[in-house]
Protein backbone atom coordinates (compact mmCIF):
# COMPACT_ATOMS: atom_id res chain seq x y z
CA UNK A 1 0.00 0.00 0.00
CA UNK A 2 1.45 3.30 -0.72
CA UNK A 3 2.31 5.95 1.96
CA UNK A 4 -0.31 8.92 1.21
CA UNK A 5 0.83 12.14 1.18
CA UNK A 6 -0.66 14.15 4.28
CA UNK A 7 2.16 11.80 6.39
CA UNK A 8 4.64 14.28 5.18
CA UNK A 9 2.75 17.47 4.36
CA UNK A 10 3.03 20.00 3.61
CA UNK A 11 6.74 19.05 2.50
CA UNK A 12 7.29 17.77 -1.04
CA UNK A 13 8.24 14.33 0.02
CA UNK A 14 9.68 11.82 2.93
CA UNK A 15 12.78 12.61 2.56
CA UNK A 16 12.62 16.69 1.72
CA UNK A 17 10.30 16.60 5.53
CA UNK A 18 13.09 15.48 7.30
CA UNK A 19 15.66 17.61 5.61
CA UNK A 20 13.29 20.62 6.41
CA UNK A 21 12.58 19.67 9.78
CA UNK A 22 16.18 19.44 10.75
CA UNK A 23 17.02 23.13 9.18
CA UNK A 24 13.59 24.48 10.85
CA UNK A 25 14.63 23.19 14.61
CA UNK A 26 18.38 23.32 14.17
CA UNK A 27 19.43 25.94 11.53
CA UNK A 28 16.65 28.35 12.34
CA UNK A 29 17.31 28.16 16.28
CA UNK A 30 13.57 26.46 16.56
CA UNK A 31 13.72 24.56 19.40
CA UNK A 32 10.20 25.72 20.17
CA UNK A 33 8.88 24.18 16.93
CA UNK A 34 9.94 20.36 18.59
CA UNK A 35 6.67 19.41 19.71
CA UNK A 36 5.39 20.35 16.54
CA UNK A 37 7.47 17.89 15.09
CA UNK A 38 7.80 14.84 17.77
CA UNK A 39 5.09 13.06 19.39
CA UNK A 40 4.39 13.47 22.82
CA UNK A 41 5.62 10.40 24.35
CA UNK A 42 8.40 9.89 21.39
CA UNK A 43 11.45 7.67 22.47
CA UNK A 44 14.45 8.59 21.47
CA UNK A 45 17.33 5.79 22.07
CA UNK A 46 20.45 6.99 21.95
CA UNK A 47 24.25 5.40 22.87
CA UNK A 48 23.70 5.93 26.60
CA UNK A 49 20.34 4.96 26.85
CA UNK A 50 16.91 6.46 26.01
CA UNK A 51 15.30 9.58 26.21
CA UNK A 52 11.43 9.96 26.68
CA UNK A 53 8.70 12.94 26.01
CA UNK A 54 9.51 15.61 23.99
CA UNK A 55 9.87 18.34 27.20
CA UNK A 56 13.39 16.15 27.82
CA UNK A 57 14.66 16.30 23.99
CA UNK A 58 14.37 20.09 23.61
CA UNK A 59 16.18 20.28 27.20
CA UNK A 60 19.14 18.42 25.50
CA UNK A 61 18.67 20.13 22.61
CA UNK A 62 18.99 23.16 24.32
CA UNK A 63 21.98 22.47 25.81
CA UNK A 64 23.75 21.21 22.77
CA UNK A 65 22.48 24.66 20.67
CA UNK A 66 23.83 26.54 23.61
CA UNK A 67 27.28 24.57 23.44
CA UNK A 68 27.26 24.22 19.55
CA UNK A 69 25.34 27.38 17.97
CA UNK A 70 26.61 27.98 14.99
CA UNK A 71 27.57 23.84 13.83
CA UNK A 72 26.05 23.62 10.56
CA UNK A 73 24.66 19.87 9.93
CA UNK A 74 24.99 18.74 6.24
CA UNK A 75 22.91 15.82 4.82
CA UNK A 76 25.07 13.32 3.15
CA UNK A 77 21.77 10.84 2.19
CA UNK A 78 18.67 10.78 3.51
CA UNK A 79 17.15 6.43 3.19
CA UNK A 80 13.42 6.19 3.55
CA UNK A 81 10.96 3.78 3.11
CA UNK A 82 7.17 3.38 4.30
CA UNK A 83 6.04 1.78 7.12
CA UNK A 84 2.33 0.94 5.90
CA UNK A 85 0.32 4.56 4.14
CA UNK A 86 0.68 6.18 7.45
CA UNK A 87 3.93 6.02 8.35
CA UNK A 88 7.85 5.77 6.95
CA UNK A 89 10.89 5.12 8.25
CA UNK A 90 14.23 7.64 7.34
CA UNK A 91 18.03 6.99 7.67
CA UNK A 92 19.59 9.92 7.62
CA UNK A 93 23.74 10.24 7.15
CA UNK A 94 24.85 13.71 8.24
CA UNK A 95 27.64 15.32 8.69
CA UNK A 96 28.16 17.95 11.51
CA UNK A 97 30.98 20.69 11.60
CA UNK A 98 31.23 23.86 13.79
CA UNK A 99 32.96 25.38 16.54
CA UNK A 100 32.29 25.15 20.63
CA UNK A 101 31.31 28.29 21.53
CA UNK A 102 29.44 27.73 24.82
CA UNK A 103 29.54 25.48 27.62
CA UNK A 104 29.06 22.33 27.54
CA UNK A 105 28.38 18.49 28.48
CA UNK A 106 32.17 18.09 28.78
CA UNK A 107 32.81 21.51 29.80
CA UNK A 108 34.01 24.90 28.99
CA UNK A 109 34.08 26.27 25.06
CA UNK A 110 37.09 25.16 23.45
CA UNK A 111 36.27 27.85 20.35
CA UNK A 112 38.11 24.48 18.68
CA UNK A 113 36.09 23.51 15.60
CA UNK A 114 34.14 20.03 16.00
CA UNK A 115 33.39 17.36 13.79
CA UNK A 116 31.66 14.07 13.13
CA UNK A 117 29.16 12.43 10.99
CA UNK A 118 25.90 11.16 12.27
CA UNK A 119 22.94 8.96 11.67
CA UNK A 120 19.28 9.77 13.07
CA UNK A 121 16.81 6.86 12.19
CA UNK A 122 13.42 8.20 12.87
CA UNK A 123 10.06 6.57 12.59
CA UNK A 124 7.37 9.08 11.41
CA UNK A 125 4.04 8.46 11.92
CA UNK A 126 1.19 10.75 11.05
CA UNK A 127 3.53 13.51 10.29
CA UNK A 128 5.09 12.87 13.99
CA UNK A 129 8.47 11.38 14.51
CA UNK A 130 7.21 8.70 17.09
CA UNK A 131 10.13 6.79 17.96
CA UNK A 132 14.25 7.51 16.83
CA UNK A 133 17.60 5.99 17.21
CA UNK A 134 20.44 8.29 17.63
CA UNK A 135 23.91 7.13 16.40
CA UNK A 136 26.60 8.89 16.85
CA UNK A 137 30.73 9.68 16.46
CA UNK A 138 31.06 11.30 19.55
CA UNK A 139 34.68 9.78 19.74
CA UNK A 140 35.44 12.45 16.36
CA UNK A 141 33.66 14.77 18.35
CA UNK A 142 35.82 14.77 21.65
CA UNK A 143 39.44 14.53 19.60
CA UNK A 144 38.00 17.30 17.33
CA UNK A 145 38.01 19.94 20.07
CA UNK A 146 41.00 18.99 21.82
CA UNK A 147 39.63 16.64 24.33
CA UNK A 148 41.13 13.60 26.08
CA UNK A 149 38.90 10.32 25.20
CA UNK A 150 39.25 8.76 28.32
CA UNK A 151 38.76 11.82 30.71
CA UNK A 152 35.58 12.50 28.77
CA UNK A 153 34.42 8.93 28.81
CA UNK A 154 34.72 8.91 32.60
CA UNK A 155 32.63 12.08 33.17
CA UNK A 156 29.65 10.12 30.91
CA UNK A 157 27.01 8.13 32.33
CA UNK A 158 25.20 4.94 30.86
CA UNK A 159 22.42 3.65 31.07
CA UNK A 160 20.80 1.11 33.98
CA UNK A 161 18.13 0.12 32.60
CA UNK A 162 18.05 -3.39 31.90
CA UNK A 163 16.51 -3.41 28.90
CA UNK A 164 19.61 -2.31 27.77
CA UNK A 165 19.67 0.82 24.45
CA UNK A 166 16.72 -1.00 22.51
CA UNK A 167 14.18 -2.39 25.12
CA UNK A 168 13.30 -4.87 22.49
CA UNK A 169 14.24 -8.41 22.07
CA UNK A 170 15.49 -8.55 18.27
CA UNK A 171 12.92 -8.81 15.02
CA UNK A 172 12.81 -12.61 13.69
CA UNK A 173 13.51 -11.23 10.27
CA UNK A 174 14.06 -8.18 9.90
CA UNK A 175 13.49 -8.47 6.07
CA UNK A 176 9.76 -8.57 7.17
CA UNK A 177 9.73 -6.89 10.36
CA UNK A 178 12.46 -4.39 12.08
CA UNK A 179 12.03 -2.23 14.66
CA UNK A 180 10.22 0.03 12.87
CA UNK A 181 7.67 -2.03 11.75
CA UNK A 182 6.71 -4.65 8.67
CA UNK A 183 8.39 -3.47 5.67
CA UNK A 184 6.76 -3.79 1.92
CA UNK A 185 8.01 -6.27 -0.02
CA UNK A 186 9.72 -4.39 -2.28
CA UNK A 187 13.59 -4.08 -2.62
CA UNK A 188 13.26 -8.01 -0.97
CA UNK A 189 16.53 -9.30 -3.11
CA UNK A 190 18.95 -6.18 -1.45
CA UNK A 191 17.71 -6.24 2.00
CA UNK A 192 18.06 -10.27 1.95
CA UNK A 193 21.41 -9.75 0.57
CA UNK A 194 22.99 -7.32 3.25
CA UNK A 195 20.60 -9.30 6.01
CA UNK A 196 23.38 -12.53 5.08
CA UNK A 197 26.37 -9.58 4.89
CA UNK A 198 25.76 -8.83 8.42
CA UNK A 199 24.97 -11.98 9.87
CA UNK A 200 27.67 -14.26 7.78
CA UNK A 201 30.59 -11.87 7.36
CA UNK A 202 30.14 -9.93 10.86
CA UNK A 203 28.27 -12.06 13.01
CA UNK A 204 29.68 -15.45 12.18
CA UNK A 205 33.13 -13.96 11.16
CA UNK A 206 33.04 -15.70 7.80
CA UNK A 207 35.53 -12.21 6.43
CA UNK A 208 36.48 -14.72 3.50
CA UNK A 209 33.38 -13.85 1.85
CA UNK A 210 34.00 -10.00 2.39
CA UNK A 211 35.00 -9.74 -1.64
CA UNK A 212 31.85 -11.94 -2.47
CA UNK A 213 29.65 -9.32 -1.29
CA UNK A 214 31.74 -6.08 -2.53
CA UNK A 215 33.13 -4.73 -5.21
CA UNK A 216 37.55 -4.17 -6.31
CA UNK A 217 37.13 -0.53 -5.31
CA UNK A 218 35.39 -1.11 -1.92
CA UNK A 219 35.63 2.45 0.45
CA UNK A 220 34.43 1.97 4.26
CA UNK A 221 34.63 5.14 6.15
CA UNK A 222 34.27 4.81 9.53
CA UNK A 223 34.54 6.09 13.49
CA UNK A 224 36.97 8.73 13.92
CA UNK A 225 37.12 9.86 10.45
CA UNK A 226 38.83 6.49 9.32
CA UNK A 227 38.94 5.56 5.81
CA UNK A 228 39.67 1.51 4.62
CA UNK A 229 39.97 0.51 0.99
CA UNK A 230 39.15 -2.53 -1.28
CA UNK A 231 38.21 -5.82 0.74
CA UNK A 232 41.51 -6.69 2.25
CA UNK A 233 41.47 -3.90 4.47
CA UNK A 234 37.74 -4.22 5.34
CA UNK A 235 38.55 -7.11 6.78
CA UNK A 236 40.98 -5.90 8.74
CA UNK A 237 38.79 -3.06 10.15
CA UNK A 238 36.78 -5.48 10.85
CA UNK A 239 38.94 -7.71 12.96
CA UNK A 240 40.01 -4.96 15.00
CA UNK A 241 36.47 -3.79 16.04
CA UNK A 242 35.49 -7.08 16.64
CA UNK A 243 39.37 -8.32 18.68
CA UNK A 244 38.01 -6.07 21.86
CA UNK A 245 34.91 -8.21 22.17
CA UNK A 246 35.47 -11.97 20.95
CA UNK A 247 32.64 -13.32 21.77
CA UNK A 248 30.43 -10.20 20.04
CA UNK A 249 26.89 -10.65 18.54
CA UNK A 250 25.64 -8.58 15.92
CA UNK A 251 22.05 -8.05 15.10
CA UNK A 252 20.67 -6.14 12.47
CA UNK A 253 17.36 -4.61 14.20
CA UNK A 254 16.47 -2.37 11.03
CA UNK A 255 16.77 -2.24 7.33
CA UNK A 256 15.58 0.47 4.66
CA UNK A 257 15.96 0.44 0.94
CA UNK A 258 16.19 3.22 -1.66
CA UNK A 259 16.66 3.55 -5.37
CA UNK A 260 16.89 6.57 -7.62
CA UNK A 261 18.45 6.49 -10.75
CA UNK A 262 21.11 9.63 -9.56
CA UNK A 263 22.01 7.75 -6.29
CA UNK A 264 21.75 4.48 -6.78
CA UNK A 265 20.80 1.67 -4.64
CA UNK A 266 20.95 2.76 -0.69
CA UNK A 267 20.28 0.50 2.30
CA UNK A 268 20.33 2.10 5.90
CA UNK A 269 20.89 -0.46 8.73
CA UNK A 270 20.02 -0.50 12.26
CA UNK A 271 22.43 -3.01 14.23
CA UNK A 272 23.68 -4.41 17.88
CA UNK A 273 27.09 -5.80 19.22
CA UNK A 274 26.52 -6.92 22.60
CA UNK A 275 29.68 -9.11 24.00
CA UNK A 276 32.09 -9.34 26.50
CA UNK A 277 35.25 -6.42 27.07
CA UNK A 278 38.03 -9.31 27.10
CA UNK A 279 39.81 -9.04 24.21
CA UNK A 280 42.16 -7.01 22.91
CA UNK A 281 42.84 -4.23 25.10
CA UNK A 282 41.42 -1.16 22.66
CA UNK A 283 40.42 0.67 25.85
CA UNK A 284 42.40 0.12 28.37
CA UNK A 285 42.95 -2.92 31.09
CA UNK A 286 39.89 -5.52 30.12
CA UNK A 287 37.54 -6.10 32.46
CA UNK A 288 35.71 -9.11 31.06
CA UNK A 289 32.48 -7.03 31.83
CA UNK A 290 29.35 -7.06 29.07
CA UNK A 291 29.39 -4.10 26.55
CA UNK A 292 26.29 -2.77 23.99
CA UNK A 293 26.86 -0.88 20.94
CA UNK A 294 24.18 0.53 18.89
CA UNK A 295 25.81 1.13 15.49
CA UNK A 296 24.39 2.24 11.99
CA UNK A 297 25.58 1.57 8.57
CA UNK A 298 24.90 2.73 5.19
CA UNK A 299 25.66 0.85 2.25
CA UNK A 300 25.96 1.99 -1.75
CA UNK A 301 25.44 -1.02 -4.22
CA UNK A 302 26.70 -1.41 -8.13
CA UNK A 303 25.89 -3.82 -9.77
CA UNK A 304 24.34 -5.45 -6.97
CA UNK A 305 27.47 -5.68 -4.78
CA UNK A 306 28.64 -3.32 -2.12
CA UNK A 307 31.09 -0.04 -3.35
CA UNK A 308 30.84 2.10 -0.13
CA UNK A 309 30.09 1.31 3.53
CA UNK A 310 29.63 4.49 5.86
CA UNK A 311 29.65 3.56 10.07
CA UNK A 312 28.80 4.98 12.71
CA UNK A 313 28.79 3.90 16.07
CA UNK A 314 30.06 6.13 19.16
CA UNK A 315 32.98 4.64 21.19
CA UNK A 316 33.13 7.29 23.86
CA UNK A 317 29.45 5.03 24.78
CA UNK A 318 31.89 1.98 24.84
CA UNK A 319 34.62 3.54 26.98
CA UNK A 320 32.22 5.04 29.46
CA UNK A 321 30.55 1.74 29.93
CA UNK A 322 34.74 0.25 30.54
CA UNK A 323 35.45 2.49 32.57
CA UNK A 324 32.11 1.97 34.38
CA UNK A 325 32.71 -1.95 35.47
CA UNK A 326 36.49 -0.65 36.16
CA UNK A 327 35.66 1.78 38.76
CA UNK A 328 37.03 4.37 37.33
CA UNK A 329 36.44 7.86 39.42
CA UNK A 330 35.01 10.72 36.71
CA UNK A 331 37.43 13.10 36.32
CA UNK A 332 36.50 16.62 37.57
CA UNK A 333 36.11 19.22 34.74
Known amino acids: ?59 GSLVKKSAFPTRIGTAEDVICEPRGDRAFIS ?84 VLTGESGPRPDSHRVEAEFIREFVADVWNNRRLERAPEFTQRDLFLETTRARIRTRAVNYQIDLTQMLAPFPDAVIETRDIAVSTAPEQGTRIGVLWRLTGTYSGAPLYGPVTHSPVEIMGSSQFLLRG ?24 DVPTPH
Open 304 to 327: GRIIREWRVYDEIAVMAQIAKARG
Open 91 to 174: HHRVFHSGPQAGLGVYGPATLNNSESRNMAICLVRDGLVVEEWVVRDEYRVVTTLGLDPEAVARQVAFTDETAGLFGTTAPTDV
Open 1 to 59: MPLTTDVYAPFESPEDYILSWTDLIWDDFGLGRLPVHYAKDVVVHGAYGPIRGVDDVIA
